[in-house]
């Protein structure tokens, strides 16, 4: 008599996030969350220039950078620390007081600049635990297989925050002024919150061979020191290092021409406010294509490559913009970096989140936040001064050139271009 062997029964398909109650939930709220932060940031500015004038508004919605940048890289240990729901929870609880405090205060009379000072600087700092936390969760939300498509899923709705909130602030605003718009805010802030409560994180196995050479769990030892694991970890990593740094360099070089540049050379040549507005919407438009072909498609096959590839488009585009004969084929261009770059970016965090060992989770998110929303508008100012000498366009190219060390950087380590996102 011969034995039949029996077929080993194969693991249930992972449901697609995009059908995943529980990820909706967190999508939602972070949604909420990312409206609230435009419609604060308009109600912000128009506060300032009511209470002190137009002088001044620069340096109110400037001050809430500072504590962010500063504190970036403590706001992931503190999520690593003390888990990333929990600092999310306690951030969204922040934010949601301080924003309806400014709503009574205005509300009540007419408080005086020192108060929205103080507003943007406890914002800030709380942006800098909050925006690390919130980044550390994807991975505990669902299946690693399904984390492009989550992250084209987030970058759905920074892109709905984005376009729905200055419009939402400004109708606020005419209704009941600034402290109209703080109170929208604010009650955006707590419905993000309520979501929060109701969303359930899967427990992440532990790393018992961590591939950064340091020690993954927090908490041993001071803050300090957990910082360095942490930036030593990054470092040391064959693939989140690359990805990282070629990240960093990409952002600086190529953040001063899309938010700078594209200003200056709306005015050089004579394409006026409303091309600079055609030109940030395409561009936002193509990221937003980006996002929703992750969202729908989940996984890319040659994942390295493609996000190598995604970086080489969106540098050569950056450079079509500044080298573009006419307003028509500078908006495609920037469509395209819109497009481009969304792919890249996309499936850079989706393959970073899968490296990063657990225990990481917070303080790798930090690094990133810090390099993208930290270091990059530093060039600002570069770009700015550049562009008065030789004219936009040619540091348009000059830019897109020397974003191409970052494409060296992640293109030469045959780790990355063989990474693939889980099955």
Request: one cysteine or more; charged letters at 10%.
């Amino acid at each position: 008599m011969t034995a039949t062997e029996t077929p080993r029964a194969q693991p249930p398909a992972p449901r697609p996030a995009y059908r995943d109650a529980n990820v909706l939930r967190w999508l939602a709220a972070y949604a909420a969350s990312m409206i609230g932060d435009g419609i604060y940031f308009l109600a912000l500015g128009w506060a300032a220039r009511e209470a002190a004038g137009p002088a001044q508004v620069g340096l109110v919605m400037a001050v809430g950078a500072v504590p962010r940048a500063v504190l970036m890289l403590g706001g992931g240990v503190i999520a690593d620390r003390f888990g990333p729901r929990r600092v999310a929870l306690g951030g969204d609880a922040v934010r949601c007081t301080v924003i309806l405090g400014v709503a009574a205060a205005l509300v009540v009379g007419s408080p005086g600049l020192w108060v929205l000072v103080v507003a943007a600087l406890v914002f800030g700092a709380v942006d800098a635990v909050f925006m690390p936390a919130v980044g550390a969760l994807p991975p505990r939300l669902t299946d690693r297989s399904q984390l492009a498509r989550l992250q084209g899923m987030a970058q759905l709705a920074v892109r709905a925050g984005n376009i729905t909130g200055p419009p939402l602030a400004g109708l606020a605003m005419g209704f009941g002024g600034p402290a109209s718009a703080f109170g929208l805010a604010g009650g955006l802030f707590a419905v993000s919150l309520a979501l929060l409560l109701t969303v359930r994180l899967a427990p992440l196995p532990a790393d018992t061979e961590p591939t950064g050479h340091a020690d993954p769990a927090p908490g041993r030892k001071g803050a300090l020191r957990d910082l360095g694991d942490g930036l030593r970890y990054v470092v040391r990593h064959p693939l989140i290092g690359r990805i990282v740094l070629a990240g960093t360099v990409c952002e600086l070089t190529i953040a001063g021409p899309m938010n700078v540049g594209v200003v200056l050379l709306a005015a050089e040549r004579g394409w006026g406010a409303g091309g600079t507005a055609w030109l940030v919407g395409a561009f936002g438009v193509g990221a937003a294509g980006a996002a929703l072909v992750l969202a729908v498609a989940g996984r890319v096959p040659r994942t390295g490559a493609v996000m190598l590839l995604g970086m080489v488009l969106a540098v050569a585009a950056v450079a079509g913009i500044g080298l573009a004969p006419g307003l028509g084929w500078a908006v495609g261009a920037a469509g395209c970096a819109g497009l481009a770059g969304g792919t890249w970016g996309g499936l850079g965090r989706a393959l970073v989140q899968t490296e990063t060992a657990p225990a990481m989770l917070g303080r790798v998110s930090s690094v990133q936040l810090l390099g993208a929303i930290g270091v990059a508008p530093l060039s600002y100012p570069v770009f700015g001064l550049a562009a008065g000498v030789w004219g936009a366009g040619p540091v348009f190219a000059a830019c897109a050139c020397f974003s191409l060390v970052g494409v060296v950087i992640a293109g030469a380590s045959s780790r990355v271009r063989r990474s693939e996102l889980a099955l």
